[in-house]
């Protein structure tokens, strides 16, 4: 059984392993959630003035599906937590043996894009994952909790798959749909497969002609999907034109507005979003924080409404997790606003106060660090 335990900083220990992210003033990471703590770790965070960090403590259950345990506060903070708090919508929630499964299927349709069973295994990942949003009515996605593989392509095609059909429902497309986009999700970078790996994996920013090629990757990936009779067009065309831009300056084409299949329009925000909070051996990951606001001001690039679709499908503060706030204090979210992702009602710690971050005048100099 896996808890998460807040600890003041003078009692930790090197091997301890952090249960939150460290988030400097700008949005950048410090120290990614799960680290095991050094001493390095340990005396930067209090030459910072941490007072004290969550640690997380014990072992997963294989098959328990993965729960952010709430640290008890003193009696009448409980007592005003308890009165305020809003539950969140339903989140996705895949069990360990799911994304187990799910992983080991994402790296056979990469290894073997022209697999007799390249379709079925297709489905089959995609069934789970749809499984996983219908079982709770899941109409949000808490995208730290999603983790099906540390390595990568594998990681983000899952990802971007999930956060695809979760706007795809909130857009209102029907099931067929929902489904459908699932697995061009899944399969959008599978024209990967047929880049070099020096390119794929490599360290370093890559040169003008490196990018050139990677490019490819998209038009690569219609290429393998297209004699596949039994993979429907939309899908195909979801996968070719995910980076495309409703002004015109994506490709591999450079279509523009509706021209761009709604399909790739809904996954090139996924996959953006996805891009930007991953860590890569060329780039540290933006905060959530920071991702969203790129993506909020990418107005000229992106579909609008399907912007506005994942802004409300995406919960970046869980209902229960404690934040830092710009004044110092450390609050715990108590409601989520699908109009103002960003800015949730907090309860501060120390004070006892509620912040109403989205719609308090008094607020609007607070934000979560």
Known sequence: MVRRRYIPLRTAQPGMILDQAIIDRAGRVL???????EDFHIEGLRKMGVGGIYIREGEEDPDQEVEKEEQSLPAALQ??????????????????????????????????TNSADFTNASRSITDDLLKAIEDNDAVAVDIGALQVSDEYTFKHSVDVATMAMIVARKYGLNDNQVYQIG???????????????EI???????????????????????????????????????????????????????????????????????????????????????SPRAAVEMIMSMTEELDIKVMKCFMESVILYPVGSDVMLSTGEMARVVENMSYAVL??????????????????????NIIIL
């Open 343 to 364: 800015r949730p009602r907090v309860l501060g710690l120390q004070s006892g106060k509620v912040y109403d971050l989205a719609n308090d005048v008094k607020c609007a």
């Open 79 to 112: 007592k005003t937590y308890d009165k305020v708090k809003v539950k969140d919508p339903a989140r996705v929630k895949i069990s360990e043996s799911v994304r187990k499964r799910v992983a080991q299927g994402v790296q056979y349709l990469y290894q073997d």
């Open 200 to 286: 794929l994996n490599k360290a370093a920013k890559l040169t003008d002609d490196e990018f050139t090629i990677m490019k490819m990757h998209s038009t690569y990936g219609y290429h393998i999907l297209e004699p596949k009779k039994d993979i429907s067009q939309e899908v195909k065309l979801g996968v070719l034109q995910h980076h495309e831009k409703m002004n015109g300056k994506g490709y591999p084409m450079q279509v523009t507005g509706e021209k761009i299949h709604l399909f790739s329009r809904i996954i090139s925000v996924a996959d953006i979003y996805d891009a930007l909070v991953t860590e890569r051996p060329y780039k540290k990951p933006f």
């Open 183 to 197: 697995i061009a999700g899944l399969l959008h970078d599978i024209g990967k497969s047929k880049i070099p790996n």
């Open 31 to 37: 120290i990614a959630r799960r680290t095991p703590l």
